[in-house]
């Protein structure tokens, strides 16, 4: 057991969180998992991160790293940032709830064999398509080196380029941009 994660059970939590907390924590401890602090809270590693734990103002939240791949047959998983997350998944406590200790250990020990399998969620195959602004395309088509520097970027950055540009309203501040 990690003291610092005891310091954070007594800090952050609310009277009504400490035994839930108490008890997933019991659980995952149970199934053999390192206990660390990652991102100000309690997580569990296990070939990688497997799971943490959070207190939140109205909630617990049991969230899976790589949950996208767990099996969920009792429906308890849920991802909190539709859209913007695709592996993480998690499982919400409110005040009243008891812990289904079988079950908390079940779904942890399938997380962790899925780590040490390498079994990760598949990310969309979506690609967002980088809009270069007239502008930049011109400058790109007149300096080879400049061209071939930003075509070995990452579709991210190049896009943060021409965002970066073509966002600005005056002509004057695009080019200021566009020399930066």
Request: contains cysteine.
């Amino acid at each position: 057991m990690n003291p610092k994660v005891d310091e954070y059970l007594e800090s952050k939590a609310q009277d009504w969180q400490r035994p839930i907390l108490a008890g997933l924590r019991k659980c995952i401890l149970d199934c053999g998992l390192s206990e660390e602090v990652k991102w100000g809270a309690p997580v569990y590693v296990h070939h990688g991160n497997v799971v943490g734990l959070g207190a939140f103002k109205n909630h617990i939240a049991l969230w899976f790293f790589e949950g996208g791949t767990l099996k969920d047959a009792s429906k308890v998983l849920m991802n909190a940032q539709q859209g913007k997350t695709v592996a993480m998944r998690q499982w919400r406590f409110v005040a009243g709830d008891a812990v289904n200790e079988k079950l908390v250990k079940a779904y942890v020990t399938e997380a962790a064999l899925n780590m040490e399998r390498g079994i990760k969620t598949r990310k969309s195959a979506a690609k967002v398509e980088v809009v270069v602004p007239a502008l930049l395309q011109e400058f790109l088509h007149a300096d080879p080196e400049v061209k071939a520097y930003i075509d070995g970027l990452a579709p991210s950055h190049r896009r943060d380029f021409s965002d970066h540009i073509s966002n600005a309203k005056q002509e004057t501040t695009k080019l200021r941009r566009l020399e930066k």
